[in-house]
């Protein structure tokens, strides 16, 4: 069975510039996680998917940050304007359904610095 | 709220010896707790986890975590240690919501010498 898949692996900006991180789930999951992990911190939710509906996204900065998953299979990460506080792994996992005692399976992340 | 409570940010072991990283939780309702590793640039692998079953918990690489609701606890063991088992460790609750979400840790580094 095919693992989560992220791309880029890594990416290096200027402040103010955009980005956008691209996810696959694991088929047939249909939950999908972003999460952001600073440096020596553990990784932080962005954002929840059940299928193409958000379900939380409380802690995702609305004014920079962004994310879809159109069809409730790929979903793309995106930051505009990028600043320096945004360097941090991002890591997408997925889930068979929404639920606390699932196991999420993550990606191998995208590291984004920003100059 | 939910919140993780890892203590230390580094522990260091000798190969064979026993293996501790400390976790405390606090959860306003009975959680799910979860233990990850992290091998350096990968993603988190799930060692094992709690979901209000056998409070004795076992997990792949030798590794287990016990429960203990009184201590609001959920330590990782493992009896000998590896040189392969040099990662993050990452605990993380969660809670029996329909929508519940994964609150980490800061996480520990594990090093094991030889």
């Known amino acids: 069975e095919a693992g989560v898949a992220q791309s880029p692996r890594y990416k290096i900006i200027e402040k103010r510039q955009s980005v956008a991180f691209w996810c696959n789930p694991i088929s047939g999951h249909a939950t999908l996680y972003w999460y952001q992990q600073i440096l020596g911190q553990g990784p932080k939710l962005l954002i929840q998917?059940?299928?193409?509906?958000?379900?939380?996204d409380s802690q995702l900065p609305k004014d920079r940050f962004s994310a879809e998953r159109l069809k409730g299979v790929d979903s793309t990460l995106k930051i505009q304007p990028a600043k320096l506080e945004d360097s941090a792994v991002y890591l997408c996992a997925s889930s068979p359904r929404l639920a606390g005692y699932n196991e999420q399976f993550f990606g191998p992340g995208t590291r984004l610095t920003v100059l | 709220a939910q919140s993780v409570t890892q203590l230390g940010s580094h522990v260091s072991v000798s190969e064979g010896a026993l293996v501790l990283l400390r976790c405390n939780y606090s959860s306003s309702v009975p959680p799910y707790l979860f233990w990850y590793v992290q091998y350096p640039n990968q993603g988190l692998q799930l060692l094992l986890k709690y979901t209000s079953a056998a409070t004795l918990v076992k997990g792949i690489n030798g590794f287990e975590a016990e429960f203990k609701k009184s201590e609001t606890s959920f330590h990782l063991t493992k009896p000998s240690a590896h040189m392969s088992d040099a990662a993050e460790y990452f605990c993380a609750v969660s809670d029996a919501g329909a929508n519940s979400k994964l609150t980490f840790g800061k996480g520990i580094t594990l090093s094991v010498r030889p």
């Open positions: 998917f059940q299928n193409n509906g958000v379900v939380d």
